[in-house]
Nanobody, 123 residues
């Protein structure tokens, strides 16, 4: 079994910063992709950031420049540094990783998701 656990969410004021963390544990052979999505109730999930095996991050247009996605392969962890937050960033943030596990038929990969962490930005 694999578990992803997010932390670091909370309530902040406009212009503040937050750092989200997500750590994977369990039966993990390798992780080839790590990223973040966010969702506001009633809306479709929005891609926030992704970082692949190359280590080069990509970002959604609404968070470019303000957010930084990084990872620590030794800790099976991904981080999202969020600066200059504004009320439009309010959402539940979900971590996702594409994880390979060994099986009798070889390595099998699939996407895993965390349960989400709430970020609220208001004055």
């Amino acid at each position: 079994q694999v578990q992803l656990v997010e932390s670091g969410g909370g309530s902040v004021q406009p212009g503040d910063s937050l750092t989200l963390s997500c750590a994977a544990s369990g039966d993990i052979t390798t992780i080839t992709g790590m990223g973040w999505y966010r969702q506001v109730p009633g809306n479709q999930p929005e891609v926030v950031a992704n970082i692949g095996h190359s280590g080069v991050p990509t970002y959604g247009n609404s968070v470019k420049v303000r957010f930084t996605n990084s990872k620590d392969n030794t800790k099976n962890s991904v981080y999202l540094q969020m600066n200059n937050l504004n009320p439009e960033d309010t959402a539940v943030y979900y971590c996702t990783m594409y994880i390979y596990q060994n099986s009798k038929s070889g390595a099998t990969g699939m996407a895993f998701w965390g349960k989400g962490t709430q970020v609220t930005v208001s004055s």
